[in-house]
């Protein structure tokens, strides 16, 4: 079993037309041991790690472009109560370290400023 974090984003080169744009992904991977193997740790601050560093090895303010693809992820599965959101939502506050970030309206607004990558979606089976 894998457990994996894939990110796709699209830049527009013209902000008026989607014709001239710039799409790619990110995708990092762990395997997850089976049953009697040995296991390698990870913790959640390594996830979040790994992704800054995938985001920052592209130019990216790592920080910033992580903070914004989870508020943004948030705002997707508001309307949903899964375990993709309850997920989402524990990745999110380890992260962030602060229990009323949510509540401030222009945390993520900093960081969507400080990003220019726009969230495509989610792959479908995220989706239910």
Known sequence: MIFQYRFNYKINSLPYTTIFAQAAGF??????????????????SDIH?????????????????????????????????????KILKLLAGSYINNSTWHED???CERHIRDCPLQLIGFNSFAEG
Request: glycine share 6%; net charge positive.
């Open 27 to 44: 995708k990092a991977a762990w395997k997850l041991p089976a049953a009697g193997e040995h296991r390698h740790i990870r913790s959640v």
């Open 49 to 85: 790690e790994y992704a800054e560093l995938m985001y920052e090895s592209h130019g990216f303010n790592g920080r910033s472009c992580l903070l914004k693809n989870i508020c943004q992820a948030l705002q997707y599965t508001e309307r949903k109560d899964g375990v993709v959101r």
């Open 105 to 107: 309206p222009l945390f």
